[in-house]
């Protein structure tokens, strides 16, 4: 159990959030108490943490306001809810999760890229334990829309646990919402959760 | 300022009762009306306020398509604009020239003219412009005009005030981003000629005091209830992915407190769909009260302009609350 004391008094908003997002972040952190001294930051720090699946308890001493964060207990946060998911992990390590901003690997020739996209996707679907999860982001979304190269490579192993999230933004920008096939659509505070939990980051650009 | 602040200090100015001021101070509207005759009135507002965006000109661009947004929301049409202009030593005169550059591309495809203006030197950059426009005498949608049976229309996706604090924590994508400043540096102008085609009854631009706040200054003008569906609301993208995480301004919780009293939400909506209600607008869009067969041809008419319009709820007659917000009307 490691506690952090995360002082932001004097800190207009947004500080105090982005103070207390990045202290929970830290390896290690079991719990944090946010200090701040005005209303608008007690509420927002309150807000953003128990959204991110925390126990807030907050106590007034001097017009100045504490607030105790804790994981939940019996819930999970997000953080570790990440570490759970892929049920095959091995014990000697988690799976990797993977970052895929692309839908053609590498520069050069757009052809090649493509090529070699399914080919990592193949032996992706192959390895052993699947990675935790798919992060589609720009470009990658086109990977879980329909007419995809790689779906069935998605489908085993979305079958085998792992999490399919393609950025809903990137999938309006498009136009191609209404065209996702595999996995959920998921949004940055998710896809960034997945990125700062306790797994191996690959990214593919 | 506040609703709270604004209302106690405007207590004290004395109200002149005069036949051609047809809107001035008593309705909380968003521009005074003066009838010059029985067929032209002068519209007359300002509006200026400090930088929300890093890039001069764009902001110079929101802050006039702000200003011009008032005249919209009257019915009328922009004729002059003086810019008013606070500015530090300290900045290079540059900044300065691509604020002005923005605010007058704008007034330009309004089709007014800016006819000069007023600078002071002051610590913080401040711009906005006062603008005087002309209407119709019967065609002024003033905040009074909304009718039980009416729809309500809004004009532009809500959440500039959440993804600018979002912009600040460098947590909105670079598409959600460019997304809001192109819906805060448009202007109100489709909007308005579309509900002046189609019989809107009553008008305001949401902008400091939040989609509630300006609504319910509607409610009360015309005596009715403002019914709002949650989930018919346009929202700007990644505006609850920053509201969830905290990013709520200061002036959100300033307009809840001071409308706690008038508003009734549905207890389905998670604390940040409450704070979106509240959530202070930079060159918001406009919203009406309509009858339902105005608002669908405005809402169709707008999509093909690339506006992204939506009918919102309804009007009652007058509640003991002046807005209802529902969760889901469907449900």
Known sequence: MVHKTVDCRGLACPQPVINTKKALEEEGITSITTIVDNDVARQNVTLFAKNAGYEVAGETKDGVFYLHINHQSGALPQKEAALQQ???????????????TTNSLG??????GQVLIKSLFTTLAETDPPPAALLFLNTGVFLTCDGSDVMSQLEKMHGAGTAVLSCGTCLDYY??????????????????????????????? | MGPHTLSQVLRHIPILNDPRLLVGLDTSDDAAVYKLSDDQALIQTVDFFTPMVD???????????NALSDIYAMGGKPLLALNIVCFPDCLPHTVLEEILRGGAEKVKEAGGIIAGGHTVRDAEPKYGLSVTGLAKPGQITANTGARAGDVLVLTKPLGTG????????????????????????????????????HGAGACTDITGFGLLGHASEMAEASGVTLEIDFSALPLLPETMDMARMGLIPGGAYNNREYLRDRV??????????????????????????????GAEKVVGELAEQGVRAAIIGRVLPREEKLIRVLADARC
């Open chain 1, 175 to 205: 136009n191609i919402k209404d065209k996702l096939k595999i996995g959920s659509v998921s949004n940055m505070f998710e896809i960034n959760n997945r990125l700062t939990g306790p797994q191996k980051v690959i990214s593919i650009a």
């Open chain 1, 107 to 112: 520069q050069g020739s757009p052809d090649l």
């Open chain 2, 55 to 65: 890039d001069p000109y764009l902001y110079g661009q929101i802050a006039a398509a």
């Open chain 2, 162 to 197: 959440i993804i600018i604090n979002g912009i600040k924590a460098k947590l909105v994508s670079e598409a959600a981003a460019s997304e809001a400043a192109r819906s805060m540096s448009a202007l109100n102008k489709p909007a308005s000629e579309a509900m002046l085609r």
């Open chain 2, 264 to 293: 009734k939400l549905d207890e389905k909506l998670k604390p940040e769909e409450q704070m979106l209600l509240f959530d202070p607008q930079t060159s918001g869009g406009l919203l009406l009260s309509i009858p339902a067969p």
């Open chain 1, 86 to 100: 892929p049920k095959t992990a091995s014990p000697a390590g988690l799976a990797p999760v993977y970052l895929i």
